[in-house]
Every structure is written in C-alpha cells, then in structure tokens.
C-alpha cells in the first residue's frame, strides 16, 4: 500500500489496519527441499584484491598477498581514508612505479579486469597493462594507455585470448607524483564459455522474513505457503530453468529471487521467528554462511545483538541490500516505518555511527527520473552485466543524503530529476564498508513484480523501465561477481 503524501501518521495507521487481511497460498503440497547449487562455467583464474599482506613504504620489494607473489616497485599497499579501495586495502603506485606477478596463470586469459582510481586529492595519472608469456623475461602490452581520473574506483577491461603460462605487470607511464590506486584485478581463463566473473556454484542470498515484510498490504518476499514465507522456496529452485516464469513461487519480489537463481545462484528466506546472527555456529542460517543479505522495507527495529551481526557481517565481506519506503509507511502500526529502522541501524549501534556515510530522509516522493550518474560509463552498478541504467521509477518512496566526510566511498547513483548531482535528494546509491559492500533504494515498488499473496494490492515495477539490470547488477556487485 502506498500513502498519500498528506496523510498523517495516525491516520496512516488506522487505515494500514483496516486493509490487514488473512491471504492464502494454493500450492501444490511439497516440503521444502534443500537447495542445490547449479555449477556454471568456472572463469576466474587469478583474483587478487590486495587485502592480505603487508607493504608500507615505496621502496621496491616482494610481498606475498592471497593469489601469490608480487614484486611492488615504488608501490605499497595502502589503507588510509584516502586511499580508494573496496575492503582494507589498495595497491598505491606513484611516479613509474610498477605492480609485478611474479607466478603464472596456467589457464592463459580471455580477459583482464582492473579496479584504478586517483589517490586523495592527487591529479590524473595514465598506466597499461602488460603481459608475459615466459616467465617474465619479456612482456607485451595489451590494450592502450587507460588515464585514471576519477576519485572512485572504475574498471578497466582488457580482451586478450591468449593461451598456456600468462603474468602480468601493471605499469605507471606519465611518471608523475601522482598517486593511483588500483584494486580487485581479475584474470578470467582462456576459452572460457563467458567472461562473467563468477564461481563454480554460484552466490548465497538470504532474504529476510523477520520484520514485518509481509504485514498489512506489504508482501516482500520472494516465495510464501499460505502466506508463510518458509527457508527453501517450494517447488524447489533446483527446477528452475531459462524459461521459467515468475509465478513459479509467490511473492512480490519472486521475480528478483527466481532472476538470481538463472544467474547460476542460490536463495534463502530467514523466516519469521529466526534469528540474525553472525559467527553463531549453532545457527544453520548464520550470516557468514551466505554473500548477501536482503532487507526489503523493514517494519521492526533491528535489535542491538542484529545490529552489531548485519554491520559485522558487511565489515568483513558480505553484502547489504537496503530498501527503504517513504516515511509514514508503518506497516504494522508499531510506531516505526522503514526509514526510521534504517537510521536507527546505522546511527545507534555499538560498531560504528554513520558506517556507510548516508541517511534516510523522511520525504515522500513520486517520479521516473532518467537523472543517472554522468561521468562514469565503467560503474558496476549501472553499466554491470546486466545492462545499462537509463531510469528509476518511484511510486512514494524516500531519498537519501550522503556524507563523505563519514565515508569516502559513498556515491550518488541515481537523483531526483530536476536536482544537481550531489549530497541529496538521491534515489539510489551504494557504498563500502569495511571489506563488504552496500547498496540502498528508497522505494519497494521498483522491486515489486505485481504478484503475491491474494488480496494484496501490489505495484508492477519489477519488468519497467531498467529496473531490472538495476537490481540485479547491484545484487551481483554485492556479492563481488561484477
């Protein structure tokens, strides 16, 4: 259900609980299966993103990170604020410095990806890619001279094709003071069937069921029994094929776990009842045992033992998938909506104020807006996979407000159309934290298919405009396939 913007919170209240209605699914009678991984071509021979190992002056020297041996010739490893990275650390190269593999890729290469932004406040600096197919006795560039001039992380491609023993060597050539940072570089083996980063069994997404997702109008998730959202989503996705259709489960957001699973990756639904935790072993659904964590529209506070696992398990690796509602949006008449829950996560817990460097605005807006990031055709979320950004539509939903100051990887990605792109009135957008990734919207109906449970009044949003290479490049981002 969507609130008029005039209405107040009272009133909004009483008419949330004159619309509750008991809902029941008609399916097929099946337990649920435990999941199966499909295997998808495995492409990925060297991934190394600099988080391991240590290196913290210029001079040249060998440090060992978690793909192998590099020699680091005036470069470090770097983990200032400044230094732009996704998770602890960057490679930081200056003047002609150069970043050298000292083992080989037996797989040879298709395709080279590279993250590379400016360090700090530095000017813009160029570097290529070279490579070598003895053993490093003598090299051949690939691809041309890339100028790094952005202060976030872009990405680099580079086509090779080139078969048996291959290493590489990034190299810094204006010979500037200059500092780049470079991150996540990527080899995908040679004759693999696609150059999509992935891994042989696919990523894990646990959606949440526990606050509320399905109460009054609200049905956010992605399968349900008789208007139970069980663990394993039934008929089991084991079944699914290309052409499967959405109405294979019953949910709103169906079409978002049935379009993950054609991706080569699992889901899960954290049902009513079940705890969040992290690093609790005796909980099968724990949140290290999945890559993404799914939140659509919370309608109950986080407690402070969720807050501290959600915001621990985004520190050390995982991802957060935010989606807010516009204020006075309280589903189940306790007082708090979506907007309020997500800013009582991140500005009152006991890990970190403000960890992802935005807010949630109580604001309630309506529009398509077409006000994408400019100057930036390589970002992974709006130009992924998937295919390219061109619009976000909203029907009442919230904005956000960044702070850079709180965290220097938070980015804009989409605003309201008549704005300039910067600090506020924003649609969309992610950010880093720790060695994990996030990302927020401030609707659910661009996520909503138009199906679930019967009676619900639901909004089709899912199959318009981009939306769908929107969210499902920002789920792949998140879980670091993209």
Same mark, same amino acid.
């Given at each position: 259900?969507?609130?008029?913007?005039?209405?107040?919170?009272? @009133?909004? /209240?009483?008419?949330?609980?004159?619309?509750?209605?008991?809902?029941?699914?008609?399916?097929?009678?099946?337990?649920?299966?435990?999941?199966?991984?499909?295997?998808?071509?495995?492409?990925?021979?060297?991934?190394?993103?600099?988080?391991?190992?240590?290196?913290?002056?210029?001079?040249?020297?060998?440090?060992?990170?978690?793909?192998?041996?590099?020699? !680091?010739?005036?470069?470090?490893?770097?983990?200032?604020?400044?230094?732009?990275?996704?998770?602890?650390?960057?490679?930081?190269?200056?003047?002609?410095?150069?970043?050298?593999?000292?083992? =080989?890729?037996?797989?040879?290469?298709?395709?080279?990806? /590279?993250?590379?932004?400016?360090?700090?406040?530095?000017?813009?600096?160029? &570097?290529?890619?070279?490579?070598?197919?003895?053993?490093?006795?003598?090299?051949?560039?690939?691809?041309?001279?890339?100028?790094?001039?952005?202060?976030?992380?872009?990405?680099?491609?580079?086509?090779?094709?080139?078969?048996?023993?291959?290493?590489?060597?990034?190299?810094?050539?204006?010979?500037?003071?200059?500092? /780049?940072?470079?991150?996540? !570089?990527?080899?995908?083996?040679?004759?693999?069937?696609?150059?999509?980063?992935?891994?042989?069994?696919?990523?894990?997404?646990?959606?949440? #069921?526990?606050? #509320?997702?399905?109460?009054?109008? #609200?049905?956010?998730?992605?399968?349900?029994?008789?208007?139970?959202?069980?663990?394993?989503?039934?008929?089991?996705?084991?079944?699914?094929?290309?052409?499967?259709?959405?109405?294979? &489960?019953?949910?709103?957001?169906?079409?978002?776990?049935?379009?993950?699973?054609?991706?080569?990756?699992?889901?899960?639904?954290?049902?009513?009842?079940?705890?969040?935790?992290?690093?609790?072993?005796?909980?099968?659904?724990?949140?290290?045992?999945?890559?993404? @964590?799914?939140?659509?529209?919370? =309608?109950?506070?986080?407690?402070?033992?969720?807050?501290?696992?959600?915001?621990?398990?985004?520190?050390?690796?995982?991802?957060?998938?935010?989606?807010?509602?516009?204020?006075?949006?309280?589903?189940?008449?306790?007082?708090?909506?979506?907007?309020?829950? &997500?800013?009582?996560?991140?500005?009152?817990?006991?890990?970190?104020?403000?960890?992802?460097? @935005?807010?949630?605005?109580?604001?309630?807006?309506?529009?398509?807006?077409? =006000?994408?990031?400019?100057?930036?055709?390589?970002?992974?979320?709006?130009?992924?996979?998937?295919?390219?950004?061109?619009?976000?539509?909203?029907?009442?939903?919230?904005?956000?407000?960044?702070?850079?100051?709180?965290?220097?990887?938070?980015?804009?990605?989409?605003?309201?159309?008549?704005?300039?792109?910067?600090?506020?009135?924003?649609?969309? #957008?992610?950010?880093?934290?720790?060695?994990?990734?996030?990302?927020?919207?401030?609707?659910?109906?661009?996520?909503?298919?138009?199906?679930?449970?019967?009676?619900?009044?639901?909004?089709?949003?899912?199959?318009?405009?981009?939306?769908?290479?929107?969210?499902?490049?920002?789920?792949?981002?998140?879980?670091?396939?993209?």
């Amino acid at each position: 259900m969507k609130f008029l913007p005039n209405l107040n919170r009272a @009133f909004a /209240i009483g008419l949330i609980a004159l619309s509750l209605a008991s809902c029941t699914k008609e399916k097929a009678s099946e337990a649920p299966q435990q999941t199966q991984n499909k295997a998808v071509t495995e492409t990925i021979g060297v991934a190394e993103n600099f988080d391991t190992g240590t290196k913290g002056a210029y001079a040249t020297g060998t440090v060992t990170l978690s793909s192998g041996s590099w020699t !680091f010739n005036d470069a470090l490893l770097g983990n200032l604020s400044t230094d732009v990275k996704n998770g602890a650390q960057a490679a930081r190269v200056r003047n002609s410095g150069k970043l050298t593999m000292n083992f =080989n890729n037996p797989n040879g290469a298709s395709t080279v990806t /590279i993250s590379h932004a400016k360090f700090g406040s530095d000017g813009s600096s160029a &570097w290529q890619l070279w490579y070598s197919t003895n053993n490093g006795s003598t090299y051949t560039q690939t691809g041309g001279t890339v100028t790094t001039s952005g202060s976030t992380l872009q990405t680099a491609s580079f086509t090779l094709n080139v078969q048996g023993n291959i290493r590489f060597e990034i190299r810094k050539t204006d010979g500037s003071s200059n500092r /780049i940072d470079f991150d996540d !570089f990527t080899i995908n083996n040679y004759g693999s069937s696609d150059t999509t980063i992935v891994t042989p069994k696919g990523k894990r997404f646990l959606f949440d #069921a526990t606050k #509320a997702e399905t109460a009054g109008n #609200a049905d956010w998730v992605i399968d349900e029994d008789n208007s139970v959202p069980q663990r394993f989503p039934t008929p089991a996705q084991s079944g699914i094929t290309s052409s499967t259709a959405e109405t294979y &489960w019953t949910g709103a957001i169906s079409s978002w776990g049935i379009a993950l699973v054609k991706a080569g990756n699992t889901v899960e639904t954290l049902p009513s009842g079940t705890a969040i935790t992290y690093g609790n072993t005796s909980n099968p659904q724990d949140l290290s045992n999945y890559d993404v @964590f799914v939140v659509d529209e919370p =309608n109950i506070l986080f407690t402070a033992a969720e807050k501290t696992a959600i915001l621990n398990f985004v520190k050390n690796g995982g991802g957060l998938f935010m989606i807010s509602d516009h204020t006075i949006s309280d589903r189940n008449n306790d007082g708090y909506d979506s907007p309020d829950i &997500w800013n009582d996560l991140m500005s009152n817990n006991s890990v970190q104020t403000n960890p992802f460097g @935005f807010s949630i605005d109580l604001t309630n807006i309506t529009e398509t807006s077409s =006000n994408v990031l400019t100057g930036n055709s390589t970002n992974p979320i709006l130009h992924g996979s998937q295919g390219n950004v061109t619009q976000l539509d909203f029907h009442n939903g919230a904005t956000v407000t960044i702070d850079p100051s709180a965290n220097g990887t938070v980015q804009g990605l989409i605003w309201q159309g008549s704005y300039t792109q910067g600090n506020t009135h924003i649609m969309s #957008a992610s950010s880093t934290f720790g060695s994990g990734r996030v990302y927020v919207v401030t609707d659910s109906s661009p996520i909503d298919d138009g199906t679930g449970a019967p009676g619900n009044n639901l909004y089709v949003g899912w199959s318009l405009f981009s939306h769908p290479a929107l969210f499902m490049n920002a789920s792949l981002w998140l879980a670091k396939l993209q």
